[in-house]
């Protein structure tokens, strides 16, 4: 099974010596992470829930994603996401919305089998091909999918191997 946990890669591990110096590390609970992948999962997560552009919305994902990294930290998926939310429910009745409107990506929902369990794609070899002909039809899944390639794209480049190069061809 192909997983796109856009969470699991969150949380940086080791010396981040490789890590370019302009990015900025952010810690949360014990944990660090880069701002630009947070701002990455609230998009892709903004993207799920249909509420691009809608500012309170977008902040009050942004406000789940620090508590469940610091709650869950590398095990946060999307399923304990919507959990996060839910316990923001009784102070802001949107929390519950977005929380219901992510139940496709939960590990109950349609599209849960792609965002459960450590995120697995990944970049290694000197060509991927991504064939998108069975999701094409479906807008908002393909958005979803095409972020979280290019967020594992943006992981890889800064806390991978720069000496090899890679091709991706969509």
């Known amino acids: 099974n192909i997983s796109l946990n856009p969470f699991s890669s969150l949380c940086l591990t080791g010396d981040h010596s490789e890590i370019n110096s302009e990015i900025e590390i952010q810690v949360i609970g014990k944990y660090k992470v880069a701002r630009d992948i947070i701002i990455t999962a609230k998009s892709i997560i903004a993207t799920m829930c249909g509420v691009v552009g809608a500012p309170a919305r977008e902040a009050l994902i942004e406000q789940a994603i620090y508590k469940g990294i610091e709650q869950f930290g590398p095990d946060l998926d999307i399923t304990k996401l919507t959990k996060v939310l839910e316990s923001f429910a009784d102070k802001n009745k949107d929390a519950q919305e977005l929380a219901t409107s992510l139940f496709s990506y939960t590990s109950s929902g349609v599209y849960g089998k792609y ?13 991927t091909v991504f064939e998108f002909e069975e999701i094409k039809n479906d807008r908002v899944f393909l958005s979803v999918i095409i972020q979280m390639v290019m967020m594992q794209i943006f992981l890889q480049v800064l806390c991978g191997d720069r000496k090899t190069h890679f091709l991706l061809i969509v």
């Open 115 to 127: 965002f459960t369990g450590n995120s697995n794609i990944s970049f290694k070899k000197q060509l």
